[in-house]
Each structure stands twice: as structure tokens, then as C-alpha cells.
């Protein structure tokens, strides 16, 4: 009995000791679970803080660039804009309210102009490393997203070979003065008592507006030029417009000098290999030219290159500058051209019409005479192959003629009334070939009709 009672408080001394034990681990292991989910919160939500901080300070995705006009006019009636324009907000209010109340619904924006700028940021090399823009348009996209919001056909303008910007990038490409090259020359000579010329950068010829020009046979402005319009595509516009494609004038031409051109290559040739290389670079883009007016009429390339035929054969759309104030006196009888818009540019056009379709049909027998219908093939092969020739030659196209028309006041006064004569001389001239028009004003402010 004794051990019995013994043992009984044995035990009890036992769960004394080992409950109150027990409770007190599972208090702290209660204690020590809490601690290890507040620290591991305390992570979490510093990882959590983390991200959001990398994520805030990261600079957001840009937008891809505008694309193309799905469904772009048929007939382009376009008014041309400088990049200073094309970049003003004050601008762009009277341009909507142009857009609204007219028929307008195409711009020609500069993109390099007389200047050799480039109006907004763009990524080409030497546009960068040259500092060659002026920064007039701040953000191109937006631009182009506006305009095609109003469903407005944009074209990109580009100056090629009068470029005072790149002639001082690179004056070894662009065309100089002879004489005053020579003179210092020779007055450097002089002074050091040189045999050979001396070694000196040559002063660059310019124009009777005090511009410089490059030369049209160098193929690494041709290449500058190509990058360019490539950006522009880039950035939607819907088609590039070149400009001043042709060899310098209005200055002494006697004394202009060539780094490039050897001056036996005629220069029609040149600058039809250019617009060959133009084609050739811009695959499957709507690209268009612009001459003078007067190639319409002249069947040489008047001393500065441009032949119309060579534009027709490379170029989806060719722009001669009929403007009536700029043929002279006497041109088809009249004294002063630019009171008679409608004479001027019907005539004009009218002939540049003929010439197309002459073009048009020696270039479909050219392609006759040279497929295999001209072998000597039996009769069952010519069958055969007949509708796949004919399908071919049928499909041989050549630019179609879109001009430019005359908004400002030079040789008259132009009104309202002049301005709708001249439109309506394009759609006589061309007729089912009418493709619209491109209307200059250099103030960029549009005369209503």
C-alpha cells in the first residue's frame, strides 16, 4: 500500500513537471510561428515594394510607329507645308478647319528642305553625327497619327541635291567654285613657293540664293538620301516626294566644279541612273518626282538633267511645276503666261499626256520583242506561252502625272477663280487619268474656292 501511494505521487510529480512544460513549449512555438510569418510578410512585401520601384523608374514602352493609310484617296488633293508649319499647334488649328471646308486631303510636309535640315529627330547616321536637323516637328509620330485620324494622305518631301547641310558635312561631295578654288590655290602657292596646287578644301559654288549644292553623280549622296526616305516610310508616311533631282542652275554655272562627275556622262544619264537607283532602293513604296514645268514641252534635259521620260519609267507619280508665272513671255503666244492659267497648263499637260502613252507603247513592244514570242518557237509553244506574255506586257506601267499648281501671287494677282481654272485644266488634260494635284503656296496659307 505504501508503494502503491508511492508511486501515485511519483506520477503526479511527473505531470506537475512535464503539463506546465508542455503548455510553455507550445506557447513559444505559437510565439516563434507568429514571428516567422511577420518576418516572412516583411519580405514579401519588400520584394513587392522592390518590383514596384524597378518597375516605376523603368521609361515606358513607346508606341510602335504610325503605319500606312489603310485606304488611302484615289485622287490626292494635297497642300504643301514646311516643317515649321507641319510643327505648330496654332498651325495645325487653321489646317483642320482647311481640311474641313475644303476638298483637301493629302500635305506635303518638308522633311529636308532648301536648307539641308531635317525637320525632326531622325536616326540616320549623319543626320546625328552632323547635327542636321532643326527639330521644327517634335514628335513626327503624333504628326502622322493626327493626320491619318482625318484620313489625310501624308507625304514626306525631301531636297536631294540642293542640300547646303551636307555640303558642309561633306564639301568633298559637293559641287564647287572653280574659280575661287583656283585663286586661293594659287595665292597659297604663291606664299609658300609650292610647285604642286596646294592642298586645300574647295570653296563650294552657290547658287543666286547663297545655296550649296551636292553633286548629283556621287553615289554616297544618293545613299544619305535613301536612308532618309527609308526613315521616313519608317514613320508611316504614306509617300516620299524628291525634289531638286536635277543639276544646280540659276547661278555661273561656268564656274561650277565637280568631285564626281567627269562632265563627259551626259547629264540626263545621270540623273536617270539616279532615279534607277531610287526605284531600285525604295521596293513597293509610293514615291513620286518633282521637275520643271517645262518638261513637258522640251525634249532635252535643259542643262540640268531631267528628261520626263526618264522620271515616267521610275517613279509611281512624276510632279511637273506648271506654274503659268514660270514660263516666260511669248510662251504659246501669250505676254504674260500667268494670267492665263488654264491655256498654260492644259497645253503643258496635254503634252506631257502624248508623251506617256508614246513612252507607254515602246515600252510594251520593247518587252514583245525581246520575250519568246520573237524565237523560234512552234505553235503549240507560242500558245502556250502567249497569255503569260500578254499578261506581262499588259501590266507594264509608267508613273502617273500629278502636278504641282501655283497658290501664290507672282506674275498677277492669283484668285480664287485662277486657282479653280487650273484645277480644272488638269482634269481636261488628263482626263481618266486624273490623279489629283499638289497646290504650293510658300506661306502655307490656302486660298478657298
Known sequence: MQIFRRRYIFVILIAAIVVPAGILFALNSSDI?????KNIGVENQEVVVFNAVNEASLPPTPPPPPTK???P???IRAVYLTGWSAGSKSYFNYLSNLLNSTEINAVVIDIKDYSGLVSYASGVEDVVKY???????????SLVRFLHSKNV????R???FEDPGYASAYPELAVYDEVKTSLIKSKINAESGALEPADT??????????????????????EYNMFLARDVFYHGFDEVNFDYVRFPSDGNASSMGFPVWDEKIPMQEVIKEFFQYVRASLPGEKISADLFGLTTVNSDDMGIGQVLESALENFDYVSPMVYPSHYASGFIGFVNPAEHPYEVITYSLSNAFNRKAVLLGQMKDLALKNSP???????????????AISSDINNIRVAKIRPWLQDFDMGTDYTAEMIQQEIQAVKDSLGDDYEGYMMWSPSNIYTTY
Open 201 to 222: 578644301k574647295p570653296v563650294l559654288w552657290k547658287d543666286n540664293k547663297g545655296l550649296s549644292w551636292m553633286d548629283p553623280a556621287s553615289k554616297d549622296v544618293w
Open 131 to 141: 547635327k542636321l536637323t532643326n527639330h521644327a516637328i517634335s514628335d513626327v509620330d
Open 69 to 71: 493609310l489603310e485606304n
Open 158 to 160: 525631301i531636297s536631294v
Open 73 to 75: 484617296p484615289g485622287i
Open 33 to 37: 510561428y507568429k514571428l516567422n510569418q
Open 373 to 387: 514570242a520573237n524565237d523560234e518557237a512552234s505553235a503549240v509553244e507560242l500558245n502556250a506561252v502567249m497569255p
Open 153 to 156: 494622305y501624308v507625304i514626306g
